[in-house]
């Protein structure tokens, strides 16, 4: 199986300040088609997971422009600029490159 | 809209069967790969099947294989976990997602 390992973040962040969340994967996810099947979700409390970016760094709809991913390979990051109250949860990346999918185990984000 | 509605959570005892359904809007139900990923309580998000298109492959975590079945109803936009012998640490909300969208989850409780 596919192990990700998310890194913490130096909690709380300030409120304007920028934030970044890294994920490693055990394994490359590039596939065949030269894609990288990482995904990145954001939970909030009480609420459903929230798709933020998919193929590493494609914005789902109506996710706002300061949310940002990148990376290659084994290593990828999601940016969130500006960081503001509605941001606080729990971020987690996906790799979907093979069965089973597995999650990283979450970093959570406290705004000040 | 995209709406996704599961149902058919509960209490239960160990070694006893649980359904869920999942009911699908606003998209083209039998253009999507679909999957149940659960949640337990305080823990991180965990994947728990997949199911392509037609039905024809299906795909499942370690854990629950020769437990759960997954199936869809493309006629009635329908997805559905068939939960058979129930274990406490089954214990989650169970998530219906396509991947970009996801359900309000249902709980299961295994418990005697």
């Known amino acids: 199986d596919i192990v990700m390992t998310q890194g913490a973040l130096p909690n709380p962040v300030p409120s304007g300040e920028s934030a970044s969340i890294t994920c490693r994967s055990s394994k490359s996810l590039v596939y065949k088609d030269g894609k990288t099947y990482l995904n990145w979700f954001l939970q909030r409390p009480g609420q459903s997971p929230q798709l933020l970016t998919y193929?590493?760094?494609t914005r789902a709809s109506g996710v706002s422009e300061r949310f940002s991913g990148s990376g290659s390979g084994t290593y990828f990051t999601l940016k969130i600029s500006r960081v503001r109250a509605e941001d606080a949860g729990v971020y987690y990346c996906?790799?979907?490159?093979?069965?089973?999918?597995?999650f990283g185990s979450g970093t959570k984000l406290e705004i000040k | 809209e995209v709406q996704l509605v599961e149902s058919g959570g509960g209490l239960v005892q160990p070694g006893r069967s649980l359904k869920l359904s999942c009911a699908a809007s606003?998209?083209?139900?039998?253009?999507?790969?679909m999957a149940w990923v659960r949640q337990a309580p305080t823990k991180g998000l965990e994947w728990v099947a997949s199911?392509?298109?037609?039905?024809?492959?299906?795909y499942y975590r370690d854990s629950v294989k020769g437990r759960f079945t997954i199936s869809r109803d493309n006629a009635k936009s329908s997805l559905y976990l068939q939960m058979d012998s129930l274990r406490s640490e089954d214990t989650a909300t169970y998530y219906c997602?396509?991947?970009?969208?996801w359900g309000q989850g249902v709980m299961v409780t295994v418990s005697s």
């Open positions: 996906q790799q979907v490159r093979e069965y089973p999918l597995t």
């Open positions: 606003g998209f083209t139900f039998s253009d999507y790969y």
């Open positions: 199911i392509s298109y037609d039905g024809g492959s299906t």
């Open positions: 997602t396509e991947g970009m969208s």
């Open positions: 193929w590493t760094s």
